[in-house]
């Protein structure tokens, strides 16, 4: 079999997508993509989760607007209007960068799952490709826990709840992280009755203590949790699927119409045969990479999900903006971003977080002072009558520098910026707090006067 000879083969057309650029117009490149363009987060991920959600957050206000004094209502969903608004619009994009990869001169696209056979060199559609580097950006896929007869009864993942035919009437999800949550949101809201089958007695347990304990909580009045579960069987009805478990209050059926599998996400390089390749991977698949994105095998990178380092696209679109200079500056190269990696979880409320919780603080032997303040103690949280919403804070008092943020609330995704502005920037709690006007009575003040606390906290100790 002959090989194709390429100076860059790329693998994924996520975030891989965007490393070709005008600088290597003169490249023979290859970009191999089994999937629809742009990757988990166009397609299936954050951003039609998203549309999904802010659907699911204005049918949660209707249905709560009496609290204001507000005379509104939820009349239900038109599930196949939200599926045309969303993919109608997502579609077409993912299928232009299709077409416009496939009309470069110097690109050719592999549509096809590929793997390596080795240095470099991989099979695809039954051709070989080589190139003297590559990339890989594929990803990750969801995990099926090992349950028995899960095999048999029809599920779905993230990679296909959201292009269900009908609204289910009532859906179990196995799982308690934010795909769990973000879901359960979804269509809790749009008026599903939903089940959450948990393993660990919390859900969001990779937050901070504090953080997933309230959401726990607060999700305990909008969904049916089965928490501290052990699921014996799976298996079908005549209206959908049954499952049997135990929980620390003894055994549970429970019967849905559909069941959603959210229990984790695995690296795509065991389908990848990355070790024929000569690529190292750590114990749970994730491929090994260097602070600038290198693996074990020379002149092959490693970006995104399949390395390992956050799972989260904003920092893999940093990833590939590094990898993209990389690959024509051998003599210049960049690093990928060490600092703390922000996040957020779109449930409701929303999390929004950056740094280290405070069991990580904990565990890490540096002093810290933990406070937390409530949405409520500020102007424009007590206006929205809010009695759960909180920012907590973990500071370094020898620094006097933030070293955790965790917020929990109305639009924590956004709130949380401002603490991962100063704390990317190097600037000490004093002059975050005080080196800037906040806006009266803006919901920013939450973070102001959470920050002002985290002061006196520190003068104290």
């Known amino acids: 079999m002959s090989t194709e000879q390429y100076d860059l083969v790329i693998i994924g057309a996520g975030s891989g997508n965007s490393i070709i650029g005008p600088e290597m117009d003169g490249w023979r490149i290859a970009m191999v993509e089994r999937g629809l363009f742009g990757g988990t987060c166009m397609n299936r991920g954050c951003i039609p989760s998203k549309m999904f959600i802010y659907a699911a957050d204005l049918a949660?206000?209707?249905?709560?607007?009496?609290?204001?004094?507000?005379?509104?209502?939820?009349?239900?969903?038109?599930?196949?209007?939200?599926?045309?608004?969303?993919?109608?619009?997502?579609?077409?994009i993912a299928e232009g960068g299709r077409q416009y990869r496939h009309s470069l001169p110097n690109v050719d696209v592999y549509e096809h799952s590929a793997h390596f056979v080795g240095d470099r060199e991989l099979e695809v559609g039954g051709v070989r490709i080589r190139g003297e580097q590559v990339v890989i950006a594929a990803g990750a896929r969801s995990f099926i826990p090992d349950v028995p007869g899960i095999d048999d009864v029809p599920f779905h993942t993230s990679d296909s709840i959201m292009r269900i035919a009908q609204q289910p009437q009532h859906l179990v999800i196995l799982g308690g992280g934010f795909i769990a949550t973000e879901m359960g949101h979804v269509f809790q809201a749009l008026g599903s009755a939903v089940t959450i089958v948990n393993r660990g007695h919390l859900l969001l347990r990779a937050e901070d203590h504090d953080i997933a304990q309230r959401f726990t909580d607060l999700a305990a009045d909008r969904f049916d949790l089965a928490l501290g579960a052990t699921v014996h069987r799976v298996s079908m009805t005549a209206d959908g699927v049954a499952m049997e478990l135990s929980t620390d209050d003894g055994p549970r059926t429970i019967e849905g119409d559909v069941l959603l599998v959210a229990a984790g996400r695995i690296p795509n390089s065991d389908q990848l045969q990355v070790h024929a390749g000569g690529i190292e991977t750590d114990e749970w698949g994730f491929v090994r990479v260097d602070q600038y994105g290198r693996?074990?095998?020379p002149g092959v990178w490693a970006l995104g999900d399949i390395n390992g380092r956050h799972q989260l696209k904003h920092m893999a679109n940093g990833e590939a903006k590094v990898v993209r200079h990389n690959l024509s500056h051998p003599d210049d190269l960049h690093t990928y971003d060490s600092r703390p990696a922000p996040h957020a979880v779109f449930s409701s409320p929303q999390i929004g977080s950056v740094g280290l919780t405070e069991e990580q603080a904990v565990a890490s032997g540096t002093p810290f002072v933990t406070i937390t303040h409530a949405y409520g103690d500020a102007a424009?949280?007590?206006?929205m009558e809010d009695t759960t919403?909180?920012?907590?804070?973990?500071?370094?008092?020898?620094?006097?520098?933030?070293?955790?943020?965790?917020?929990i609330g109305h639009q924590a995704s956004m709130l949380v910026q401002l603490l991962v502005q100063g704390m990317?920037?190097?600037?000490?709690?004093d002059e975050m707090a005080v080196g800037q006007v906040w806006i009266h009575p803006a919901l920013s003040e939450v973070v102001e006067q959470a920050l002002l606390k985290l002061i006196d906290a520190f003068d104290a100790a």
């Open 60 to 92: 949660e206000h209707a249905t709560h607007g009496e609290r204001y004094g507000i005379d509104t209502q939820f009349n239900g969903a038109d599930w196949h209007s939200i599926v045309h608004r969303v993919f109608g619009r997502i579609d077409p």
């Open 295 to 297: 693996t074990t095998a």
């Open 380 to 383: 424009y949280g007590w206006a």
């Open 389 to 407: 919403g909180f920012c907590k804070l973990i500071g370094d008092p020898v620094t006097r520098t933030v070293i955790g943020a965790h917020l």
């Open 424 to 429: 990317h920037l190097g600037n000490t709690v």
